[in-house]
């Protein structure tokens, strides 16, 4: 069940990234940073931040990633961020066709 529940967590996980990425203009390096800060933040903080048991933590934080990533994605309606005119080229859809 952990298992399950930690490769939904993932998926929303990259999500997040996906998103970050195409919003900080595809920069790799800053997706770096905030993966690791990410990381960092749910491996020290989370014992300062939820005193309870691991699997405590484990759900709270997933149901966190997962309540943002998901605003996330209906904010900006699947697209992750992406620009207008990848969306278009992506779809076949140019101003030629117009």
Known sequence: MVFAIGFV???FARA????FYNRTGYSVLLVAI???SFDAAISQLSYDVVPASNTARFLIFTAVIVVFAAAVIIATKGQLGRAKEAVET???V???DM
């Open 9 to 11: 967590s993932l998926f």
């Open 16 to 19: 997040l990234f996906v998103w």
């Open 34 to 36: 905030f993966h690791a």
């Open 90 to 92: 992506q779809a076949g």
């Open 94 to 96: 140019s101003d030629l």
